[in-house]
């Protein structure tokens, strides 16, 4: 009955993440990169994919990690599309149950096993990152999976526990690259603490199974992960300019770029906006290492303070030196930290209440309505009424257009955030590239447009461009002579050849 009840809040949970999707069925440009890698792996008969060309102006072979696809590609085309705002939300209630067994297993206590749950989902920055279809949930639970088994490894060395850590981390190589990098960094940070090789050796371990298990495949991802933080490498300051205007865009109003503006300028402090339980690492290593107070004390709650606190310096790090934005948007390492900060945060309320009593739960309660409002509140603006990320009926209409049109024709879309949606709806050719190392032929156009439009349709032979007006105005493409063959509202096609 008591793991029964265990249900109970990742099911909230999941209706929590998932309801915005019953107003706005279609949010997030990466739904479409995945729909497309998903029916890649469907066309080939459920094995890796050779090279891609169909939709793509910039070919090349299919490079992705292929566990998600692969799950996804048993299941139908049309109910996929119905229902992949509910694939997120999906794989994080499971990792909310992961968040009770571990809870149990360090602490004994079902009381603090609930409140860790209770905590993890209402931690705003995992709402917002399973908004759409993506991964990214998938790759955080092999991530606390693959991490987990390997802590407790270290302090009893249990040969299970290393055997269970070696086979997650060999799906999270399959799986997730930002997940990955983030266990890279962790599992480094952790041989220096812990004076141990071991997390060494399953990383390596992982990767020579990645490869052995794809018959040499893995290889081909970990290039394309490669050219990846490559082209970001050369095209750094320009991570978050606007593709028309440059880095110094007045004009820009997208919340999402506000948010990391404001997280940059003021990181390290903004951090703790996005998940506040982030304390509990820095309150319980104080506790432990610098005061008498007789709290629980276990070496795998040390080890989740030294997690959280080396993941957030590694946030903090990322996000203020802009050099190293080509490893991730620094804010996301604090996603895999979620877990530790969850379980710690409980353990220090059941502490701090045994001494201040009451109104340390008027704290706590105060704490959880915020954040469960913060989440509310980022749904309706950021995702309910989005009309920038989203599938709208203007541009289902301008798709429409696009599919009566003659032959197969080669479109630019403006913005470049569009051009795996519109290549899934659309049988034409979209200007945008099918693998990572094809990023570095897109330098002329994104992420910053930085030769003439005209030069651009000459070079790849367009013959129409898709433009999206409330991003870029028409008389800012400086087009010759362009011709609107259609409108609906701020969507535009442009007959350009």
Known sequence: MLFVSALVIPILG????????????????????????????????????GRITKGFIIDGFFD?????????????????????????????????????????????????????????????????????????????????????????????HQP??????????????????????????????????????????????????????????YLRVAKGHLSNIYFWVINYQDRFSHQIYGRKNKQK?????????????????????????????????????????????????????????????????????????????????????????????????FFFYNRFGIIVVFVLSLMLIENLLLIITIQIKGIIKDKNRSLTQNIIEAYSYINKLSGTPRIMCIPHQITTMTVYHTKADILVNADNPGLLKLSDFFPVVKKPIEEIIKKYSLDYILLRENFAKLSDLHIKNPKVVFRADDILLLKVG
């Open 14 to 49: 999941f209706f929590l993440q998932s309801y915005p999707r019953f107003f706005n069925k279609y949010f997030g440009v990466d739904v479409w990169t995945r729909l497309l890698e998903i029916d890649q792996v469907k066309k080939a008969h459920h094995k890796i994919p």
């Open 64 to 156: 992705y990690p292929p566990v998600f696809p692969f799950i996804f590609s048993f299941f139908p085309k049309d109910f996929l599309l119905k229902k992949q705002g509910f694939i997120a939300p999906f794989f994080d209630a499971i990792q909310n149950v992961v968040v009770f067994f571990i809870a149990m297993q360090i602490t004994h206590n079902p009381a603090v096993a609930f409140l860790s749950q209770a905590i993890y989902g209402l931690t705003p920055i995992i709402s917002i990152e399973n908004s759409y279809l993506t991964p990214r949930s998938l790759g955080y639970l092999l991530f606390t999976l693959s991490f987990y088994p390997l802590l407790v490894f270290h302090t009893t």
């Open 160 to 217: 299970q526990l290393l055997f269970v850590s070696i086979f997650f981390t060999i799906l999270l190589f399959l799986t997730h690259r930002f997940a990955l990098q983030a266990f890279l960094f962790t599992a480094v940070f952790f041989a220096i603490y812990d004076k141990s090789a071991i997390y060494i050796f399953v990383p390596i371990i992982g990767f020579l199974g990645a490869i052995l298990v794809t018959k040499g495949y």
């Open 253 to 349: 109003s997208d919340w999402v770029g506000k948010i990391y503006g404001l997280l940059s300028t003021f990181s390290p402090v903004f951090l703790f906006g996005l998940n506040i339980w982030l304390f509990s690492g820095f309150v319980y290593f104080y506790l432990i290492y610098f005061t008498n107070f007789s709290i629980i004390k276990t070496p795998v709650l040390v080890s989740m303070s030294v997690w959280i606190l080396s993941l957030y310096v590694l946030a903090a790090i990322v996000l203020k030196v802009k050099w190293l934005i080509p490893i991730g948007e620094g804010q996301r390492y604090l996603e895999m930290c979620t877990v530790p900060s969850s379980i710690l945060s409980a353990v220090l309320f």
